[in-house]
């Protein structure tokens, strides 16, 4: 064995190897292809479902639709200038008065009131992003206010 | 160069000569018969001459043409490691979102303020056939027209006939209609995939959205003016609507129209700070989906594209003129107890004091003839410069195209002058209304009206047409309307609403009639601090019982506000307070006037 049969028995290996290699990759890349086809067509499935979902969510949401199920099955009413309360306005129970010392006291209070307070009515959207003033505590008061 | 060629080759049994050719620089030349060759080192000979020279021609020629294709090679080698290895990463996966897929592009969404969907594009599949393929015309338009109902057979067969390598049969199919042609198996009829525009909200936002052609083509609305926008890209177009408002306003408006019989309706709500309208609706309405079969009295814009005699609310216009330019001071008055007559006009009170009032009074209690002496004294000129300051003589700009012209007297005469006062004799468009209004009560500087959202930073193109003071002072006007005077009804309690009334008649045929009205309620609130301003107008409203047969703005517009600011009131954030401290000190303000007796003669006439 001489060194060139040597050296010609490693190029034919790289060689053999390097084609193994190539076809190897190409059959990869055009199975991942293939994928990657299936792939962007459940998408654009997915997003076509998506934007009739979109479009029938905001059917459904219409305003008049959602009044109408709100006087059918709930007990809400529009909500009142006068069920509206400041924090300040709201007269603090003797007994909280006397057990507690000084704001922590009053933060129990507000968190009371938080927690038996009933959720506002929810309207078409979502809340309005441009609030102003002053926070302030919905006393909701159901049914026949009117 | 040199050869070696091994001396028991050049004698070899066959008698062979292995004379050095050109043929033998290959070193399989060197042992042709497959010999085991046997290179002797020790032996060889040197070849010179000719073909020596020859030898080295094609070695330069060798390592030339090799070094030329290693160059190649080279270059090849560092471009694949360029593109896979360098450039490969900035196609990553990371950047091909749904949204930017190939083939996906849609006509952008229209939303509202809050995001709600107004407009979107919805996938369809539409038929077409190759008329060339179609075996049997007669069975095709027989079986397509039991799947297909709006189609006559006729149409179908014609088109089936027609021999065109591609004819519309018909555009936009439902699911299941596409899988019952699909079922027939008829070849030549083909599917494409199409968007079609769906409108979520229909009617409620018809005027202002629009519609489109079945070629996705921008025909009224935002859809038309923009078009490109919307077709250019995915980003959703947000508007400054707000549907939970704009449906509130629909309702009122059409209660009030159901109640008292009347045949349109139009209605705004209007963000002085910045120009928006986050409602504008026009009554009655169109289902955008159904655009074609809509008529055109509900095809037309009544808020932008309608232009009126607005009545009464452009009393505060002349007020505020005159207070602005320092003809009048708000303590002034006038006496109202004479008509005014103008050629074979007659000015009158529709309730007629018979006493002075006060600037305050005359707004209150509506006099035609104390806004009169008050605009006479300003005179025409400035009146007319004044309300051009206001954007009433021209076209507004606004976002949609269906924008109205508003009418002006051909010469502006003292006449002119007179009616204009308090609203007759122009006629401009509610959306022109409401702008100049905002400028009012905003401090007094009139914003780019705006139907897309602005975004919070954004500054708004604004002109400042009156003071401050006069700004304060016309508020405060406005509120003791709403207290006292014809706008009691809009009192929405808890949200400081103050206003005007308006009752225009129309007119027919160049002259006014008495029982077709416009009755209106121009308003504004929270007035210490106003955020919006609020507009509703109903077209010929007939009086009622429970109105005593009245059908002025005070009685059919105001209440509409007063149920619309207190729906909405909550909704936008604004705290309802009842600042009795506020309305004390406009109510001290009308007492102080009313107190002082006499007050400003009539320099004129």
Request: net charge neutral.
């Amino acid at each position: 064995m001489s060194m060139n049969k040597l050296a010609l028995c490693a190029w034919l290996a790289a060689c053999a190897l390097s084609i193994w290699f190539a076809f190897h990759i190409k059959y990869k890349v055009q199975e991942l292809e293939t994928e990657l086809g299936i792939a962007r067509a459940e998408m654009q499935q997915d997003s076509e479902a998506i934007r009739v979902l979109e479009a029938e969510w905001s059917f459904l949401n219409q305003p008049s639709h959602l009044a109408d199920l709100s006087e059918r099955h709930l007990d809400f009413a529009p909500l009142l200038a006068e069920q509206v309360v400041h924090l300040d306005d709201l007269p603090v129970r003797e007994s909280q008065v006397s057990d507690s010392q000084d704001s922590e006291g009053l933060e129990d209070i507000i968190e009371e009131i938080l927690r038996n307070a009933p959720e506002p009515p929810k309207k078409a959207g979502n809340s309005d992003s441009n609030g102003n003033g002053k926070r302030t505590v919905p006393l909701m008061r159901t049914g026949a206010s009117q | 160069m040199t050869i070696h060629v091994n001396p028991s080759d050049r004698l070899d049994g066959r008698g062979k000569t292995r004379a050095a050719s050109d043929t033998e620089q290959t070193g399989a030349a060197c042992n042709p018969c497959g010999l085991d060759r046997h290179i002797d080192h020790s032996a060889y000979t040197v070849l010179d001459g000719t073909v020596k020279q020859a030898l080295e021609v094609g070695k330069t020629r060798l390592i030339a043409t090799g070094l030329v294709i290693s160059v190649a090679f080279f270059a090849i080698g560092v471009r694949l490691v360029d593109l896979t290895l360098l450039q490969g990463n900035t196609r990553t996966a990371s950047s091909q979102t749904a949204k930017n897929l190939p083939g996906t592009a849609v006509r952008g969404d229209i939303v509202d303020r809050n995001g709600v969907i107004l407009a979107t594009s919805l996938p369809t599949a539409s038929l077409f056939a190759d008329a060339r393929l179609v075996p049997d015309a007669e069975f095709a338009a027989r079986e397509l027209q039991k799947i297909l109902p709006g189609k006559s057979r006729a149409e179908l067969l014609a088109k089936l006939k027609s021999g065109k390598q591609f004819v519309w049969l018909q555009r936009h199919l439902t699911p299941r209609q596409q899988s019952q042609i699909n079922s027939l198996g008829i070849p030549g009829l083909n599917f494409r995939r199409e968007q079609r525009r769906f409108y979520p909200h229909g009617a409620l936002t018809a005027h202002a959205v629009g519609f489109t052609s079945i070629d996705n083509e921008g025909l009224a609305g935002v859809e038309q003016s923009f078009d490109d926008m919307l077709n250019g890209t995915d980003d959703p177009l947000r508007l400054s609507l707000d549907v939970r408002i704009q449906h509130i306003m629909a309702e009122e408006l059409s209660a009030a129209m159901a109640e008292f019989s009347a045949i349109g309706a139009a209605g705004m709500v209007y963000d002085v700070q910045n120009g928006e309208v986050v409602s504008m609706v026009s009554l009655p309405s169109y289902n955008p989906n159904e655009a074609g079969s809509a008529v055109d009295d509900a095809r037309f814009n009544r808020a932008t594209l309608g232009v009126y005699e607005m009545g009464s609310v452009f009393k505060l216009f002349t007020a505020a003129m005159a207070l602005d330019e320092g003809i009048i001071r708000i303590s002034d008055g006038y006496d109202t107890s004479d008509p005014i007559r103008v050629g074979r006009f007659t000015i009158r009170d529709y309730k007629p004091k018979n006493r002075w009032l006060s600037i305050p009074e005359i707004l209150i209690y509506s006099s035609n003839i104390g806004t009169v002496h008050m605009a006479m004294e300003a005179g025409t000129s400035k009146q007319k410069a004044f309300l051009s300051n206001l954007g009433l003589t021209r076209p507004a700009k606004f976002d949609i195209s269906e924008i109205g012209h508003p009418r002006l007297p051909n010469r502006w005469r003292d006449v002119n002058t007179m009616t204009i006062s308090f609203g007759h004799g122009i006629a401009v468009s509610p959306l022109q209304l409401v702008r100049a209004a905002g400028a009012l009560v905003n401090g007094g500087e009139l914003k780019q009206a705006s139907l897309v959202k602005r975004s919070d930073d954004e500054t708004v193109p604004a002109t400042r047409v009156i003071s401050e003071r006069t700004s304060q002072q016309i508020r405060r006007l406005m509120r003791l309307v709403v207290l006292h005077g014809t706008g009691r009804k809009a009192n929405a309690e808890g949200f400081m609403v103050g206003g005007k009334s308006g009752t225009a008649e129309k007119i027919r045929d160049g002259r006014y009639v008495k029982n077709a009205r416009m009755s209106s309620f121009l308003g504004a609130f929270p007035i210490t601090n106003p955020r919006y301003v609020v507009f509703a107008m109903i077209d010929e409203p007939k009086g009622i019982k429970r109105t005593h047969g009245f059908a002025t703005g005070g009685w059919v517009a105001a209440p509409v506000i007063k149920r619309l600011v207190e729906r909405m009131g909550p909704l936008v954030s604004i705290e309802p307070i009842e600042d009795h401290i506020a309305d004390d000190r406009i109510e001290q303000f009308l007492v102080d006037v009313t107190a002082r007796s006499g007050g400003h003669s009539l320099a004129s006439q």
